[in-house]
């Protein structure tokens, strides 16, 4: 990728493009030149410089819809991408652009752009990559509202998508690709099987043909997983998840690289003149004049957010930041647990088939150890015998609360057929292959006994009825 990716680098943020935020502050920012910081060192203080805040320990809440300009001169500034610097929340807010600079320094890249949902991140992609129309080649093993979305409302505007019918063939990735596919995209864990895709062969293949990779990275959060490592160009999150931690705020977030070319025919988007884009004396300039480093979210940001309106509340940005905080000692916890939950459902005769990395018949423990973090998932899915018995098993459960969510600390359940995926047609559901009988399980962190023994109780109450 063009940017440097040292660590250092990563934590000042680049060069002074249209993401970058604040003013510098040279004596801090000196402090850090001979520390190379961990994961965990940047996720509480990449982004934010107190002295820029009056010293406020905590990032601030910056709960307004516009600021006061000055005068004139600093209001032309800003309009003509000369100076960097809030108007109108809508379009930024310094609050929400630190979570950005946070994100963009946790996966070494510089640009970030936060939305109100994961949704939105992943519809606002779309948009952006398939201006004017085309073609997006992905797979049934997703999210089921993004499945939905693809179904039955980007093809009435002119975004079609196409599945890969076996999404472990690259064969079957590569005979689906047209002249007009505008990008791949894949879940790298998937929802809710923890199905690991190969991005280092789905990358090769989508650069060989000019092609944008798009990665969701909502399960793995870029502590277990960082997809711009291999090959991957644009990365979303549903940041309503695990990088937030606690289910309290819906946010979403789009990286990119950095590194793609986007000057090729197939993009005349970022290629292509406006008026908005327009210099102090009138000339008009493309995004990849204005922005040519990082020209996948400065678009996202100049045209589809600003201008379609999903940027996220800057009170969403700031709990998200709170929770962004912890996010690797709550994974390294949530992990671990996760292992010895899997381990003693994959033990338990009277469930049929667990979807974890810690489970005997793991379809996917090359890919999980060559991209995951401690092979690690916080989710576990698992079939019982019958739908009967999968409601009865929900019902029992004390400690899981029924939720249609993940990544929270509190451990949760849901039916994924009822709750989280029922938009998919019983096709859809059998390409995805998730079953009828399946249960869906996000560990948080209570200790493993106690979700351990909820499961057990829960179990007995299930199979005690059955026997009646
Ligand atoms: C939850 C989720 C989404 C959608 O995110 P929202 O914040 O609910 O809009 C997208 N992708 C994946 C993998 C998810 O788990």
Redesign the pocket.
């Known amino acids: 990728m063009s940017n440097d990716n040292h660590p250092i680098k990563r934590f000042h943020g680049q060069e002074n493009t249209e993401q970058t935020r604040g003013r510098e502050n040279p004596e801090r920012s000196h402090g850090w030149e001979n520390i190379a910081p961990s994961f965990s060192a940047l996720a509480l203080h990449a982004g934010y410089d107190p002295a820029e805040h009056h010293h406020s320990s905590g990032v601030p809440l910056y709960q307004t819809a516009a600021y006061a300009l000055p005068n004139e001169e600093y209001a032309s500034r800003i309009v003509f991408s000369e100076l960097d610097d809030d108007i109108y929340s809508r379009i930024s807010n310094p609050t929400t652009g630190i979570l950005e600079k946070r994100l963009a320094a946790l996966h070494g890249v510089s640009g970030a752009v936060a939305t ?7 519809g606002d992609a779309i948009l952006n990559i398939a201006a004017g129309g085309g073609r997006i080649l992905t797979s049934y093993r ?2 089921g ?2 499945v939905a979305a693809f179904s039955n409302v980007l093809p009435d505007y002119g975004i079609s998508f196409d599945f890969a019918h076996n999404p472990d063939d690259p064969r079957s990735w590569e005979e689906r690709i047209r002249p007009d596919t505008k990008a791949l995209l894949v ?1 790298s864990v ?2 809710p099987l923890n199905a690991v895709a190969d991005l280092g062969t789905l990358a090769g293949i989508a650069h060989t043909h000019g092609i944008a990779l798009i990665v ?4 793995a959060t870029p502590y277990l997983l960082n997809p711009f490592d291999f090959g991957a160009d644009i990365v ?6 695990s990088i937030n931690g606690h289910g309290n705020a ?3 977030i789009v990286l990119e690289s950095g590194a793609f070319d986007y000057a090729s025919g197939r993009y005349p988007q970022f290629s292509r003149k406006a008026w908005t884009l327009r210099t102090r004396d009138g000339r008009e300039r493309s995004i990849l004049d204005v922005a040519p480093n990082t020209p996948f979210t400065a678009r996202l940001r100049s045209f589809i957010v600003t201008l379609l309106g999903s940027s996220p509340s800057p009170f969403n940005s700031y709990l998200t930041l709170l929770g962004l905080e912890t996010l690797s000692a709550r994974l390294d916890k949530e992990t671990r647990t996760a292992r010895k939950v899997a381990e003693f459902l994959d033990g338990d005769p009277r469930v049929a088939k667990v979807f974890h990395p810690a489970a005997h018949d793991y379809a996917y423990r090359d890919l999980a150890s060559k991209y995951l973090k401690h092979d690690g998932s916080t989710l576990i899915t698992f079939d019982l015998d019958t739908e009967e018995r999968k409601r009865d098993v929900l019902d029992a459960l004390r400690l899981f609360q029924l939720q249609a ?3 929270d600390s509190k451990s949760l359940a849901v039916d994924p057929l009822l709750v ?1 995926h029922s938009e998919l047609t019983p096709d859809e559901l059998d390409a995805a292959g998730i079953h009828h009988e399946a249960i869906r399980l996000s560990i948080g962190l209570e200790e493993p006994d106690d979700l351990i023994a909820d499961l057990a109780q829960a179990l007995d109450h299930a199979y005690g009825i059955a026997n009646n």
């Open positions: 109100s949902s994961g949704l939105a991140a992943l997703l999210y509202g993004t879940e998937s929802n969701d990275n909502t399960l979303v999150y549903s940041t309503t998840k819906i946010g979403g969510n993940i990544g989280t």
